[in-house]
């Protein structure tokens, strides 16, 4: 699957896209992700004080243009064809 990094975690991971096979939900994904290129990434997505209940992941991830929250959130399964963005939180004030 291609996987498209924006803003921060572009640096992170220090690639603006990447090629990623064999993995099969979003959880895997950013496990893959965190062990390949970055732990911070991980971190920054799913332990961040603003992760609850009602909010699995701080930042944005698109499959296939449509946001996993409104899927099967960590669960959402992936194939190789599909196309993931993953967006940091946005910051404002």
Request: no cysteine; glycine share 10%; hydrophobic share 35%.
């Amino acid at each position: 699957m291609r996987v498209r990094f924006y803003a921060t975690f572009r640096e992170l991971i220090g690639k603006k896209e990447i090629e990623v096979r064999g993995v099969r939900t979003v959880r895997e994904l950013i496990d893959y992700l965190a062990e390949h290129y970055s732990p911070e990434i991980k971190k920054e997505l799913l332990e961040s004080p603003r992760v609850g209940p009602n909010k699995p992941i701080d930042g944005m991830i698109l499959v296939n243009g449509h946001n996993v929250l409104h899927l099967n959130g960590l669960d959402t399964e992936l194939k190789d064809d599909d196309e993931v963005h993953i967006f940091p939180p946005a910051g404002g004030g």
